[in-house]
């Protein structure tokens, strides 16, 4: 749908960019002919990813390890960026989550999706604005977000005020950094299943959604990353301080939590002991 050379002499950095949608989005920028870079804390899976991508789209792509938590670290794989020439696109993807009963959340649970999904974003963006700013460079942030900034979502709480954070983030330097030739956008997505999350959010005996969407199916991941490019190009240049939705309508049926409602104490207390057991492996 879009022309080969769409996202041509751009030069974008996707966070959690090694698996998931992250790497789906890369892929379509690649194709698009943008140069990538890619980030995240598992090396081995970005050094995969990054050989499957020049494979796949004769892209220039780096990977660089980088655990956006740590403010100091951002800030040295953007020197280490900007040695080579600037970036033109910032993706803010990387996030955690999981499913708990707000109650039993230790401040070290809530703190582990935080710190990803709202600091690691906020120094990232932050890390390209100065940057951007002080050169004069024009530029542009998409975050990806969450329909729960729309509803709320009952048992992730930190993630619904993480992804909330951030489009409050989205619609404020819209406005303050507009004028200065940056773009700020985001994509609330519904349902687009990844091993990650799925294995996080979707545990044995919970569906994937598709069963309370209108359109009666989850998303696929070229969907999101074709929504990605566009909004990221040239051609959305008048774009600026939304959040686009994707999600089939699902938002306008529920928000996605009602069946945890109805989960007993054993099931929660399953749930924990299995989350206790990924985080031991």
Not at 197 to 220: F, T, Y
Not at 224 to 247: C, K, P, R, T
Request: glycine share 10%; hydrophobic share 40%; with cysteine.
């Amino acid at each position: 749908m879009f022309e080969n050379n769409l996202l041509a002499g751009k030069r974008i950095l996707i966070t959690g960019g090694g698996s998931g949608l992250g790497a789906a989005m890369a892929r379509r920028f690649g194709e698009l002919g943008a140069e990538l870079v890619i980030c995240g804390r598992r090396t081995t899976m970005l050094e995969e990813t990054a050989t499957r991508l020049r494979n796949e789209t004769a892209a220039t792509v780096h990977a660089m390890s980088c655990d956006i938590r740590d403010a100091a670290a951002v800030d040295t794989m953007m020197d280490a960026i900007w040695r080579d020439a600037p970036l033109d696109v910032l993706v803010n993807n990387a996030a955690a989550t999981f499913i708990a009963q707000t109650e039993q959340l230790s401040p070290r649970a809530a703190d582990a999706i935080l710190a990803p999904t709202l600091h690691g974003a906020l120094y990232c963006t932050l890390g390209v604005g100065r940057r951007w700013i002080e050169s004069d460079h024009r530029g542009v942030v998409l975050s990806i977000l969450s329909t729960s900034t729309i509803t709320g979502r009952a048992f992730t709480v930190p993630s619904a005020m993480a992804k909330s954070a951030l489009l409050a983030m989205t619609k404020s330097l819209a406005v303050e950094w507009g004028p200065k030739g940056i773009r700020t956008v985001a994509i609330a997505p519904g349902s687009f299943p990844t091993p990650g999350a799925s294995g996080q959010l979707r545990p044995e005996g919970r569906g994937d959604g598709a069963e309370r969407n209108p359109l009666g199916r989850v998303g696929d991941h070229s969907e999101l990353a074709n929504l990605a490019s566009f909004l990221i190009s040239d051609q959305a240049s008048y774009i600026n301080g939304e959040m686009v939705v994707q999600d089939g309508g699902s938002h306008l049926r529920s928000s996605g939590a009602e069946d945890l409602l109805q989960w007993t104490d054993a099931q929660w207390a399953a749930q924990r002991q299995a989350a206790r057991n990924t985080k031991g492996a």
